[in-house]
């Protein structure tokens, strides 16, 4: 049996790995999960449908990769595109890219073309990892493409020691886009240093130990992704992955996280309300292994924090995270136990974590006093080395830290408000500009946009989030089905060409070929022309409501034919909030999101006993 090491009283596992690492290595990420390779080789890794890996065996797989990405020129700040669905093989290709030293770039197989087209010629990766089903889409593309589904292991039989790279601290480890306020997104740029500052003082918060084992919820897309990954694989715990099934109902999610004895969950914050929502509701048990559940990406609204306090606090801690992709995964947690269920008050965002400095401030970069608002400026050690190929925006984001006599200190300007509670704890208050959050997804507006101002036939454009108002009286199906929280929706204000008629359903069309499916406007509200203030400006305080009745759609409207479909319909109609509603309509075309068809999928079993996909 593999005899663990003794640990000094109060240390974590990945503190001691530390000092095992020479100063060159000690900042790499790669270089600490060897240090699990070494302490546990036979450890089980990663688990998946698929099969299962130990930290041996991941290791020598991605070595294996490392060795081949290497004699294709892979070296320090090498892009490599990876285009994979959740599996072994993107776990190993995101290891065997930082072994070779180069960062990987993530490439969500379900964007549209051309939006994995800008950001493939704006990183210029020269290599794509991805599986065989993605390489026709892919193979337009000015890069070396290895599928490592197919091409694995015929044709890669390299040696699966450890590779020697020129790579230190300072290099990048990965490269993430997201939404961009000019109308194209940009790639924030995350160092060695930053992904380990922030891992270390992670597994610290988290507790993480080798016994874990930790769900991988998010898409690699989103930094969330780095949390559960690499913080399961440096600390010696075991990685879960989820399968896309697992999504369709949250009953069988806890099924099947019971079943998988997952121990901790990260889990975005509007997913966590509708698991909330449903284990108060439903009476549904929380895995009985579950004893940490990290949420984050938006705010956490206080009825769910009393909620959960009251069904699922002696069980499973919760932690309530804040932090943008700048400043790595996480900058903030406040563990909500400690916070007195309070339903006047927003869930607080809670104090830095040790590697972070967080400084409120006001328009002129002056602190200010406790219970003011002020501007979140962040600093420390996990902060992006800026934005790929944008200088500009870089210097206007990342500033001189004022505060700091050490040279070269930075802060990152987040554009997020908050303030100081009587109890020194922080609470989010919103955004000082436009950008965004739906469902947890970071989006800015100027972004689709400007997208849309490309359509030929369209003169200007607006897009702003509004809340869409709940129905003012109840309905049978309210059970199961309601959802008492303000829920944003995002309202494009179209002004058409001259002479030129749209209608929403061309332009949901024309936006799906160009954007993610989170960044699709519900609701189209066609103007003869954006109303100004005295001075000229968008006025957007005269931007009229939207008609939340039922949009214009491809199909014809069809009215039940039944009671058992008129039953159904009003349940769709409770949820979305949109009547009325036709037997051929689709649920995403009238609004619905993935979320929202989890609480209708929750709804029909209510009140029909009967389970649907």
């Not at 001691?16 to 890794?45: G, I």
């Not at 309530?320 to 006047?344: F, H, K, R, W």
């Not at 349940?571 to 068809?597: C, K, M, Q, R, Y």
Request: proline share 7%; with cysteine; aromatic share 8%.
């Amino acid at each position: 049996m593999h005899q663990e090491e003794p640990l000094q009283e109060g240390s974590h596992p990945l503190q001691h790995d530390l000092v095992s690492l020479s100063p060159r290595q000690k900042r790499c990420f790669h270089q600490f999960f060897e240090a699990q390779v070494l302490r546990r080789p036979d450890t089980v890794a990663i688990v998946s449908e698929e099969g299962q890996l130990t930290y041996r065996e991941l290791n020598s797989r991605s070595n294996q990769l490392a060795h081949v990405l290497h004699k294709l020129a892979v070296g320090p700040d090498t892009l490599v595109g990876i285009c994979m669905e959740r599996s072994l093989e993107q776990i190993i290709g995101i290891l065997g890219i930082l072994k070779a030293g180069g960062a990987y770039v993530p490439l969500d197989p379900l964007y549209p073309q051309e939006r994995l087209a800008f950001i493939l010629a704006d990183a210029q990766v020269p290599i794509i990892l991805t599986q065989q089903r993605f390489a026709n889409t892919l193979s337009g593309q000015n890069a070396t493409i290895l599928c490592l589904d197919s091409d694995w292991p015929q044709s890669i039989h390299e040696r699966d020691d450890d590779p020697v790279s020129a790579v230190t601290a300072d290099h990048l480890a990965y490269v993430i886009y997201t939404s961009g306020s000019t109308g194209t997104p940009k790639g924030t740029m995350i160092t060695h240093n930053a992904l380990v500052s922030y891992a270390a003082t992670a597994c610290s918060a988290y507790a993480l130990v080798p016994g874990d084992r930790v769900l991988q919820f998010a898409s690699i897309n989103f930094d969330a992704s780095v949390e559960e990954i690499a913080c399961s694989l440096v600390s010696g715990a075991t990685l879960v992955l989820r399968t896309p099934a697992m999504l369709d109902a949250l009953r069988g999610f806890l099924h099947l996280c019971n079943r998988w004895a997952i121990t901790v969950q990260s889990l975005p914050t509007a997913y966590w309300h509708e698991l909330t929502r449903s284990i108060a509701t439903e009476f549904l048990p929380l895995p009985s292994s579950l004893r940490l559940t990290i949420i984050g990406g938006e705010k956490a609204h206080s009825e769910f924090a009393i909620r959960w306090q009251q069904y699922a606090s002696q069980q499973a801690q919760l932690i309530n995270s804040y932090g943008p992709t700048e400043t790595t995964v996480v900058a903030t947690i406040q563990y909500v136990e400690n916070v007195p269920a309070d339903p006047l008050q927003e869930v607080p965002i809670g104090q830095p974590l040790s590697h972070t400095q967080i400084y409120l401030l006001d328009q002129h970069y002056q602190p200010v006093s406790n219970g003011t608002p002020g501007e979140i400026y962040i600093g420390g050690t996990a902060l992006a080395r800026g934005y790929l190929k944008r200088p500009d925006l870089t210097a206007a984001r990342f500033l001189p830290n004022p505060f700091s006599h050490e040279h070269g200190t930075r802060l990152y300007k987040t554009g997020d408000l908050a303030r100081y509670r009587a109890d020194g704890v922080l609470e989010f208050l919103g955004r000082v500009d436009l950008q965004v959050k739906i469902r947890g997804y970071r989006i800015e507006p100027g972004e689709i946009e400007t997208t849309l101002l490309r359509h030929p036939n369209i003169q200007d454009a607006v897009v702003v989030a509004r809340e869409r108002p709940r129905p003012s009286a109840p309905t049978r199906f309210e059970q199961g089905a309601e959802s008492n929280e303000p829920e944003q929706h995002l309202i494009a204000y179209i002004v058409p060409a001259q002479k030129h008629e749209l209608d929403s359903t061309v332009l949901r069309s024309y936006l799906i070929e160009r954007l993610p499916a989170y960044m699709i406007p519900s609701a189209f509200v066609f103007l003869e022309a954006l109303p100004v203030s005295p001075g000229g400006k968008l006025d957007r305080q005269r931007l009229p409501a939207p008609d939340w009745s039922r949009p214009t759609l491809a199909a014809a409207f069809s009215p039940p034919r039944s009671p058992f479909e008129e039953m159904l319909a009003e349940i769709w109609s409770t949820i979305l909030g949109i009547a009325p509603v036709g037997i051929h309509d689709n649920f995403f075309e009238l609004g619905g999101h993935s979320l929202a068809a989890t609480r209708m999928i929750a709804a029909v079993r209510h009140h029909f006993h009967c389970e649907i996909t």
